[in-house]
């Protein structure tokens, strides 16, 4: 597992370090330098004529020392100081007071000639503002030749916080992370500007963020291998859980079947529906195994009897949002008092009453809104919740102690005093319809097995891209479906059980 810090976070690790580790900014920097430099190296890009453009805080520092070192092997090397030079950091005055006695030309406005390679150290993590100006020309200059391009630490005009551009942002090929990938860099769209990523550890601490519950984590293989359940040999049905699947209004059956069958490919011992009449025949033809429950308006004892044979509740895709839904939705929360997903039209019913969650029994909570279902809850634009994730999730979920799995091109898993965990499995061929009700029937298929909710959430959200990015090699780009993605459940766990060996 490693840790995605915001750019402030870093900030604080770097002060962390210089202050109570008593290691030098100078040599942290020294140490920042010659790590790119070796990645340069290991890389074997073309150094014969090398353009570092460098910014006037500590990641122009690095930029600064990473052309002495350069220029120390002899190869051409050009500096272009961009920026107030009068609002130069200290250790950026130092490392250029070290290049006056070199080769290095240093100009402030482009140096023209030929160059082979462009390495970007104008803005690392302390950029938090909009670039603009003579900053934002350079980055536009710089976009548009065609020459590889290295960033240091995090391209410039990349939020190292929330991934967004900022007014502007270099595109490059390569970035070295200095010690630790940040959030920007694996959310969207930061990440496209990123181009492949290397991180070297320069002997930063991690311990300052390492000891908050809001940084956000990504797991590896083997964190997911260990939470994936057992399957004992004495098993019989009642074993592996009973799902009771509440969805599909007229019209949306298909919710409810993805639902159900998903999590019947996860493993489930017993799916049963509850649904309207009209879907009886439908969903009794597309997945034989499923246990039917129907209704045409609510029955409060039949709801409740079902309720009590069930380890798990699914409830609200393609639920639709009548009065007999809402009837249903508020009898689930007040009376399961086991494990319960709640999920799409359910999340918009909740969101229309401001106590809902006082009125939940269930032990365990999962909410899996989309950035729009997010809002809805929140009260709030998706802009808002997209600028600043981690800290909504991280609020929501402690404030209603649950799990809520936040999707989107980067799915981001919060509960209550455990870290968020960003999720990098799944591609574009997954945005589709259907696709989050496959994850709500896997969550479903987890919870019965009996994980918790947030290991749950946390493994789905990995099994489901996964599913897509084994479903893109075999159905391609276009052409994968949702249903296509529980199919590939049992590829997804083998690749988790292989990767491992
Ligand atoms: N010893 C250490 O600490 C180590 C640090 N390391 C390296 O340092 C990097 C962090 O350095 P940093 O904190 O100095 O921030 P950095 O990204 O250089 O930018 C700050 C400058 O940009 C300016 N500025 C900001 N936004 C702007 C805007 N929109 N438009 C215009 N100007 C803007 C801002 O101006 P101000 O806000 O002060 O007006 C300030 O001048 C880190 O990513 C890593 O590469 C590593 O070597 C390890 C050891
Ligand atoms: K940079």
Redo the contacts with the bound molecule.
């Keep these: 597992m490693i840790y995605l810090p915001t750019?402030s976070q870093?900030?604080e690790a770097?002060?962390y370090?210089?202050e109570k580790e008593n290691i030098?900014?100078?040599t942290?920097?020294e140490?920042?330098?010659s790590s790119c430099v070796d990645v340069l190296i290991e890389e074997e890009l073309d150094l014969s004529s090398t353009l570092i453009v460098c910014?006037?805080?500590?990641?122009?520092?690095?930029?600064l020392?990473i052309a002495r070192l350069l220029s120390e092997q002899g190869l051409s090397v050009a500096v272009w100081l961009v920026?107030?030079t009068t609002?130069?950091?200290f250790?950026?005055k130092e490392q250029l007071s070290q290049l006056q006695n070199t080769k290095v030309i240093i100009d402030s406005q482009y140096p023209k000639g030929f160059y082979s390679l462009i390495i970007d150290?104008?803005?690392?993590?302390?950029?938090?503002?909009?670039?603009?100006?003579s900053?934002k020309e350079c980055i536009s200059f710089l976009n548009q030749q065609k020459v590889t391009k290295v960033a240091?630490?995090?391209p410039?005009g990349i939020s190292?916080a929330n991934g967004q551009v900022?007014?502007v942002a270099l595109q490059v090929d390569l970035t070295i992370a200095?010690?630790c990938q940040?959030l920007g860099m694996a959310l969207y769209p930061g990440n496209e500007y990123c181009g492949r990523i290397i991180t070297k550890k320069?002997g930063?601490s991690t311990l300052p963020f390492e000891k908050e519950k809001k940084t956000v984590l990504c797991f590896h293989n083997d964190d997911y291998y260990n939470l994936l359940p057992e399957r004992p040999a004495h098993a019989n049905k009642g074993t592996f859980g009973k799902v009771l699947v509440i969805g599909g209004s007229k019209g949306m059956a298909g919710a409810a079947y993805l639902n159900a069958f998903s999590a019947y490919k996860m493993g489930a011992g017993l799916v049963r529906f509850y649904t309207p009449e009209t879907n009886r025949s439908i969903l009794q033809t597309l997945l034989c195994e499923g246990i039917m429950t129907t209704y045409e308006s609510f029955h409060e004892k039949e709801c409740i009897e079902l309720l009590s044979w069930a380890d798990v509740v699914l409830i609200g895709s393609g639920l639709g949002l009548s009065e007999t839904a809402k009837e249903i939705l508020f009898c689930v929360l007040e009376n399961h008092e086991k494990k319960l997903v709640i999920d799409g039209d359910a999340l918009t019913l909740i969101s229309q009453c401001s106590n809902w969650r006082e009125r939940v029994k269930a032990k365990e909570i999962i909410l899996t809104p989309h950035m729009k279902e997010m809002s809805r809850l929140l009260h709030c634009d998706v802009s808002t919740i997209q600028e600043n994730r981690t800290e909504v999730l991280t609020s929501y979920v402690n404030k209603n102690q649950l799990c809520c799995v936040l999707k989107d091109e980067r799915t981001l898993v919060g509960a209550s005093n455990q870290n968020p965990v960003l999720n990098t499995s799944g591609n574009n061929a997954m945005a589709k319809a259907g696709s989050g009700d496959v994850l709500t029937g896997i969550i479903g298929g987890l919870l019965s097995h009996g994980l918790n909710a947030y290991e749950s959430g946390v493994l789905g959200v990995y099994l489901h891209g996964l599913c897509g990015d084994i479903g893109r090699e075999h159905k391609g780009e276009f052409g994968l479906m949702a249903s296509d993605l529980a199919v590939y459940l049992k590829d997804a766990i083998n690749y988790v059980k292989e990767v491992r060996k």
């Design positions: 750019g870093m900030s770097d002060l370090t210089i030098p900014s100078r942290l920097m140490r920042a330098a910014g006037v805080g500590n990641n122009g520092g690095d930029g020392a920026g107030d609002r130069m950091s250790e950026a150290a104008i803005f690392g993590v302390g950029l938090k503002r909009e670039i603009q100006g900053y240091v630490d995090i410039s190292s900022l007014g200095i010690q940040k320069i930063i």
